[in-house]
């Protein structure tokens, strides 16, 4: 498989949040504005793509009764460095996010990455893989955050262009719910219509 196809796999074709439903906890409770949506996504994309390459690097001389530990150490790592970047320079978005970024470590979507695929090819393809599993990641995050905020209050990235107040329910946990359910089943069908 090529870069390129490694990269693109991860938009749609494994996209993780519309295909294979991982991730749910940060999908569904970061996801009241399209920002918070996009910050956890590039938060995530961060520690997939230096994870993915740091357990292709060292997967053969980890042996195998300690290798998810040492993947959760490993992951545990580059989540910590993203942190106190995070603290530095974005204290805001560090603050809404708050508990979710630490929680990055036992993301099914990074550990799954990192024992699909990152320990058994080379550091390039673990990298574009990485990749593409993030970009898919943040794009359906921001989607739904936007499609949350515009309905729930009548803006798009922190801009109101809707006057009053929009429809309570798209900014509590419900509407995260039928959000993401609408949005899958968009992404099934436009996705099954340039299959055909």
Known sequence: MGKFQLITKGL?????????????????????????????????LFVLVLSNMAISATAPYIPDKVRIPAYIVIIAAFVTILQLVMQAFTPDIYETLGLFIPLIVVNCIVLGRAEAFANK????????DGLGIGLGFTLALTILGLVREILGSGSAFGFKFISGDG???????????MALAYLIVLFKKVTAKKGE
């Open 121 to 128: 090819n080379s550091v390039v393809d673990s990298a574009c």
């Open 12 to 44: 749609v074709k494994e996209n993780p949040t519309f295909v294979l439903l991982l991730g749910m906890c940060p999908t569904l409770a970061t996801t009241t504005s399209a920002i918070n949506g996009m910050s956890m996504g590039l938060a995530t």
């Open 167 to 177: 429809i309570l329910v798209f900014v509590l946990a419900p509407g995260a719910f």
